[in-house]
């Protein structure tokens, strides 16, 4: 309110200035003649005929004669003293003159505004104020010269509304001016400041949102950038502590950039947003930007050069606020926030135009900068705006406080009826969990006692088997089959997922694999032809269940080598087998030989598959290494694989010791790698190592434990191992 006041009080004032009649008009008397530094009045004098009229009537007309570059000039007036004003003291009012100035008056040195180079210092807004005393004025009706030494720099001018009149009334019409130019911005510095402290300390403090901080901003650079209209009243400018030119980048040109770098984020912080780091990093680096080139400039030449760049990097931070205002148009969330940030900003886009077309109706009349007026009404109007804000936040928690105890109580209440409820489902649950860990527990035992543990060597083999389920039931399952302590074969199969579903799988495709391997032992059938007949029937036993397996089935015999095993062996898409040989030490996978293309796993319903089929010799001392996945997968801390190239290392450095020694280096080693990272997978690793010639006769009938087993409709006998597989951290060697 007391910005529109001023404001009123301005416009009003800018058109009552002291009337009367005794007043000697000096807008179309001057004349000019550029000269040099060291110049003097007698200079003047002497070349009065080179004087040349000042046609410009403009606010920068000796800039339009001299150029923007530092030079001097002089301009001359004459006038004579009415009858009316003799006899008394007269002085000459100029409402606007830059740069600086030396006036005469016939001959007598006057005064002084503002300082010539090399420390030159400008009046900048202030009106200029020249008394004459009674003793140097020509009273008889003869002409009085006035001779002006100027420096002119930049946007210099002399303002052709000069005038004459009796002391008494000029100076109270260089009063009238100084107020409106200069004085009146004064008014405005105490209530920037207090606003900016205020919102600042609301930031700090309270941590409302950011649009206070932007406000507080704000407010405290429009303060520094309206100090150069009342620079004269400022001591440290006045008395020159303060260069000129540190002066005006310090108030003029830094505060600016300031300003409307935070108008621009005052408008997305008013909507409670943030810009994008990309374009906060543009929009710091063109600030950042402005400031450096500012400060660094040597001289005022250098920093007027700058100032178009400058102002149209200024634009540029504007026209992004002004996208992020079109765009809140459009989205009717944040359309009603857009209309209240332009009903804040009105005041100056108004004040703008205003200036705009007071400038362009008369260019010679230096006016107020009623824009500077619109700026501090806008600022009031957010701070309206923001008070509501925090007035309507302030409420609605004082609101929430005085019902803050009954809603206490109603949520206690609700609560301590949910928690009873929780701890009767939660009794129900742990008594569901302890049943389903027994009976997990209780499958895990018994899935354990399906596969069998060795607990001595076969006929020449060391058998050594590592079993860690990922859970108590694991989805790996393995066997050994043997007549009489001869290993005749060996299976390991993994079943696709973990759990109960899995380990269900696992014990139904165990019976299935094991009558299978029996029966195609004594038939002589190729184990191709036996992982076909598995396939088969675990895919129609297990009916719709989508689980399926990968695993190898291998069968000893004799070879047509001397000491030699031949080992035939059948693999549906399981990881290949390794094979050390005692001769050269060297470790190599197991892979077909038959050149021809396989796929395929077990228990896929309507794929077709190719099991791979190959054979090899095993001397002795030559080890066999089957295993899951699991193994070669499982991962570190820093997820690296525990690999292939390990596990060859390792076989390759110990294959010469016994199978359990080797099987627990590898345990071991697995066991450092993974550190405290938890299995991923069940692990199951067979080794077997060859050690004499020893093998079952075909011809001798098999005596396997049995039991009644329909499979696919038929009735044959399996075996049912009953000793169990070691996990993986119980590992020792024999």
Known sequence: ???????????????????????????DSFYYWPSTADSTPRDAMMHAREFKKIEDKSTRNLEHIMGKEPGFVWVRAEFVVPPEM????????????????????????????????????????????????????DQSGGKNVILIKIYTHGQSAISSHAFIQPSRYAYAAHEMINFMHSRVYMMLEGGLFFTACLYLFLFLTIRMTRENFDYAGLNFFSMFFIMPFFATE??????AVIPYLVFMKLTLCIPLYWVFFLIASFIRSFEHG??????????????????????VMPDYDALMAITLPMLCLCIVQVLIGVGVFIQSLFVPARRTLALVQLAGFSPVLITILVDLLLRVHD?????????????????????IILSFRFAYTYFRNERISNHLQEEVNLRTHELQDANYELSILNERLERDKYRSDMDLEMASIVQKRFFPQPDKHFKGWEIAICYEPLAKVSGDLYDCYSYNEVLNGISLFDVSGHGISASLVT????????????????????????LNKINNIIIYEKGEIDNYMTGILCRFEKSDAPDKCLVEMANAGHPHPLLFKAEDASVS???????????????????????????????QGDVLVCYTDGLTES????????????????????????????LKQITDQLLAFTSEKSLEDDITIIIAKRTAAEFFEPEEELEFGVEDLEVAEEAEEIIVPEDEAVPLSDVEPN
């Open 507 to 530: 014990m139904l495709a165990k019976n299935i694999i094991s009558h299978a391997f029996q029966k195609g032992f004594r038939n002589k059938e190729s184990m191709r032809t036996i």
């Open 589 to 619: 996978e197991v892979r077909s030989n038959d050149y021809s293309s396989h796929y395929g796993a077990v228990g896929m319903r309507g794929i077709d598959v190719s099991f791979a089929e190959f054979d090899f010799n095993m001397a």
């Open 274 to 295: 943030r810009f994008p780091l990309s374009l906060q990093i543009v929009r710091w680096a063109i600030l950042i930007f402005q400031c450096a080139i500012t400060m």
């Open 234 to 239: 400022i001591p440290l400018y006045n008395n």
């Open 363 to 383: 260019n010679t009349e230096p006016y107020p900068f009623i824009t500077i007026f619109g700026w501090q009404i806008s600022i009031i109007v957010f701070m």
């Open 635 to 662: 991962t570190n801390l820093q997820l690296e694989q525990f690999g292939i190239e390990r596990v060859k290392q390792i076989i390759r450095e110990n294959g010469d010791r016994p199978s359990n020694e080797i």
């Open 1 to 27: 309110m007391l910005s529109l006041l001023m404001l009123a009080a301005v416009l009003v004032l800018s058109g009552c200035r002291p009337h009367t009649t005794q007043k000697i008009d000096l807008s």
């Open 86 to 137: 003799r006899g008394q003291p007269l002085g000459l009012v100029i409402p606007y003159l830059r740069f600086a100035e030396m006036l005469w008056l016939n001959g007598n040195f006057i005064a002084m505004f503002g300082v010539f180079p090399p420390h030159e210092q400008s009046t900048l807004c202030k009106s200029h104020y020249f008394n004459f005393p009674v003793n140097v004025l």
